[in-house]
C-alpha cells in the first residue's frame, strides 16, 4: 500500500515536460497491431543513479514503451512500475540527462545509470541578428558580429549598409554578455539564453528607461525577405520636408539607392546626416534602421510610381513625419552661410579647461601665427564621430605645416570624473593627438551662451577655421559624412583647399 501511494504522489509532481516526453514516446500507430486477449501484469522497481557521483536521482520519468502509465523516481531514486506481458523495453528521461532503455526481461530489478547530457559551451563569435522593441508593436532589427581581437579579447561590429562600425569591448560571464558601448557611455546587457541572448539597451551608469532587445545567432538578414516584389525603384535623390508637432517644416535631401528589395539611404539635413541606413522594400512600403551604440534608428514610410514619398522616423516616444518628392537638383542651404560672428567681432576665442583642468584659450602660444580649425562637438553625436574619424588622421599627417585643431567637447553631465572618462576614451579610440577642452553641457542655447561672439549655435559639430591672424575664415554648421557619398567628398575637398588657401596667407 505505501509503495502505491508513493507510486501516485510520484506521478502526479512529474512535470509537464517528461509527461510531454512520455506522450511523444508512447504514441499510438495508425494502425494498431491486434493485442492479445489476456494481459498478466507485474510490478518492477529499481534505483535511478548519476553517473557523475553516484548520487540517486529524483524526477526520472520511468515508463514501457507501448504502455499509459508512467512512474517516477522518489527522493532517493527507487521507482515502482507496473508492466504487462506485452511490454519490452523500459525508458528512462531526465532533462538535462541523456535518455536510458533497458530491455524487460523476467526479472524485477532494473537500475538505470544516467550520464549528463554535453552542453556546448556559448561561444559568441559569429553573425548575429538584433530586434530592439522600440515601442508595443514597433520592432527594429540589426545585423552585426562578434570577433576576437587583441589578446583573446572580443569586439563587436556594427553593420549598416557598407559600414562596419567598432561598437566596443566585450565582457562574457558564465551567464551573460555585455557590450559597453563607451563612444556613447551605453551597453547591451544580455542574458545567455542557449545559443541565444535576450536583454536591454541601458546607459552605463544606470539612469534612464532600458530598451528591450533579443538577439539571435547565426542570422544574417536584417529584414526578413517574405518575397514581396517592389512596384518600383525609389532609387535617387529627393526634397524632403520633416514635419513637427508644432507645424515648423525642416527641410532635407534624402538619397536612396535601390537593388532589388535591398535599400540603402540616408537624410541630409542643416543640422548632419543620419549617418548609413539599410533596409528593404516591400510593394510600395520601405523600412530603414541604423545602429551604432546610441539608440536605433528606424524609418518607415510608403511610396507612388511618379517619385512621391510619406513616410514616419519612429522613436521610442514618439515620431516625426516626413515628404518628399523625386528631385535630383534638392539641396540644402549653403551650410557656411548658416553660422557666423556677431557685428562687431572679427575674431574667435574661448577659455576653457583640458580633461587635466588646465585652462586653455587660443592665445596660448602654440597657437600664434598658425591656421587653427575649432570644431564644436560632443562624443554622445554620431555625426561628431563620423567628423572625428576624418580629424584624428587628418592632423597626424598635417600638423607639420603650421596647422592646429582644438576640440570644444559639450557633454551629457558636467561632473569631472565623467567629462574625463568619455574624453579619455575618444581619444584613445581614434588615436587623437590634438587639443580637447570641455565647453559644457550639451544644450545649444547653452553653447551659444559660452560662445557669444557667434551668432546663434544650430548643429553638433560645427567648425570654425581660423587664419594665422586669428581671423575667422569661414564657419561650417553641421557635417556631412561618408554615407552621403559624393556630399561627403566634396566636403572632404573644400576642407583641404580652405585650409591650403589659409596657410599659403
Same mark, same amino acid.
Not at 226 to 233: L, S
Given at each position: 500500500m505505501r509503495n502505491y501511494l508513493a507510486l501516485i504522489l510520484v506521478f502526479a509532481g512529474l512535470t509537464a515536460q517528461l509527461k510531454a516526453q512520455f506522450a511523444q514516446a508512447t504514441a499510438q500507430p495508425a494502425h494498431p497491431i491486434a493485442q492479445p486477449a489476456q494481459l498478466t501484469t507485474r510490478t518492477i522497481s529499481g534505483l535511478v543513479t548519476s553517473q557523475e557521483n553516484g548520487s540517486p536521482l529524483?524526477?526520472?520519468?520511468?515508463?514501457?514503451?507501448?504502455?499509459?502509465?508512467?512512474?517516477?523516481?522518489?527522493?532517493?531514486?527507487?521507482?515502482?512500475?507496473?508492466?504487462?506481458?506485452?511490454?519490452?523495453?523500459?525508458?528512462?528521461?531526465?532533462?538535462?540527462?541523456? &535518455?536510458?532503455?533497458?530491455?524487460?526481461?523476467?526479472?524485477?530489478?532494473?537500475?538505470?545509470?544516467?550520464?549528463?547530457?554535453?552542453?556546448? &559551451?556559448?561561444?559568441?563569435?559569429?553573425?548575429?541578428?538584433?530586434?530592439?522593441?522600440?515601442? &508595443?508593436?514597433?520592432?527594429v532589427p540589426i545585423t552585426f558580429d562578434i570577433q576576437t581581437a587583441a589578446g583573446d579579447s572580443l569586439k563587436a561590429y556594427f553593420h549598416n549598409a557598407e559600414e562596419r562600425f567598432d561598437g566596443g569591448r566585450i565582457r562574457q560571464t558564465s551567464d551573460s554578455l555585455y557590450i559597453f558601448l563607451d563612444q556613447f557611455d551605453n551597453e547591451l546587457a544580455f542574458r545567455i539564453d542557449g545559443s541565444d541572448l535576450t536583454g536591454v539597451l541601458k546607459k552605463q551608469d544606470g539612469t534612464g528607461t532600458p530598451l528591450p532587445v533579443t538577439a539571435q545567432a547565426g542570422v544574417n538578414y536584417?529584414?526578413?525577405?517574405?518575397?514581396?516584389?517592389?512596384?518600383?525603384?525609389?532609387?535617387?535623390t529627393y526634397d524632403i520636408t520633416f514635419h513637427s508637432a508644432g507645424g515648423k517644416d525642416e527641410k532635407a535631401v534624402g538619397l536612396f539607392r535601390q537593388d532589388g528589395s535591398t535599400l540603402k539611404a540616408t537624410f541630409l539635413r542643416v543640422t548632419g546626416d543620419s549617418r548609413y541606413l539599410e533596409g528593404i522594400v516591400e510593394r510600395d512600403h520601405f523600412y530603414l534602421s541604423s545602429f551604432i551604440g546610441s539608440g536605433p534608428g528606424y524609418y518607415t514610410g510608403t511610396f507612388t510610381t511618379d517619385g512621391q514619398l510619406k513616410g514616419e522616423v519612429v522613436g521610442g516616444h514618439g515620431g516625426q513625419d516626413f515628404t518628399g518628392i523625386h528631385d535630383e537638383k534638392a539641396s540644402l542651404p549653403d551650410a557656411y552661410t548658416l553660422t557666423y560672428l556677431k557685428p562687431g567681432y572679427t575674431s574667435f576665442d574661448f577659455r576653457f579647461p583640458d580633461v587635466n583642468g588646465q585652462f586653455v584659450t587660443l592665445q596660448y602660444k602654440k597657437f600664434r601665427n598658425k591656421v587653427v580649425i575649432v570644431t564644436i562637438g560632443g562624443t554622445w553625436c554620431p555625426n561628431c564621430v563620423d567628423e572625428t574619424s576624418f580629424l584624428s588622421p587628418w592632423y597626424a599627417a598635417n600638423k607639420g605645416r603650421g596647422v592646429e585643431i582644438v576640440s570644444i567637447q559639450y557633454e551629457r553631465q558636467t561632473d569631472t570624473a565623467f567629462v574625463r572618462k568619455v574624453l579619455s576614451r575618444q581619444r584613445e579610440k581614434y588615436n587623437i593627438s590634438y587639443t580637447q577642452v570641455f565647453g559644457g553641457l550639451a544644450d545649444k542655447q547653452g553653447v551659444a551662451n559660452s560662445l557669444p561672439s557667434l551668432n546663434a549655435f544650430l548643429a553638433f559639430p560645427t567648425t570654425i577655421f581660423i587664419d594665422k591672424k586669428g581671423k575667422v575664415a569661414k564657419i561650417h554648421t553641421g557635417y556631412s559624412g561618408p554615407a552621403t557619398g559624393l556630399y561627403y567628398q566634396q566636403f572632404e575637398k573644400e576642407f583641404n583647399d580652405e585650409v591650403d588657401e589659409l596657410i599659403k596667407k
Open positions: 529524483e524526477g526520472v520519468a520511468v515508463w514501457a514503451k507501448g504502455d499509459t502509465l508512467p512512474s517516477g523516481t522518489q527522493a532517493d531514486g527507487m521507482y515502482y512500475l507496473p508492466v504487462s506481458n506485452r511490454d519490452s523495453v523500459l525508458v528512462f528521461s531526465l532533462e538535462g540527462f541523456q &535518455p536510458q532503455e533497458i530491455r524487460l526481461t523476467s526479472a524485477g530489478e532494473y537500475n538505470a545509470v544516467l550520464r549528463k547530457r554535453q552542453v556546448q &559551451p556559448f561561444n559568441p563569435i559569429g553573425n548575429w541578428r538584433a530586434v530592439f522593441q522600440l515601442k &508595443p508593436g514597433v520592432e536584417r529584414f526578413r525577405d517574405e518575397g514581396v516584389k517592389p512596384v518600383g525603384n525609389i532609387s535617387g
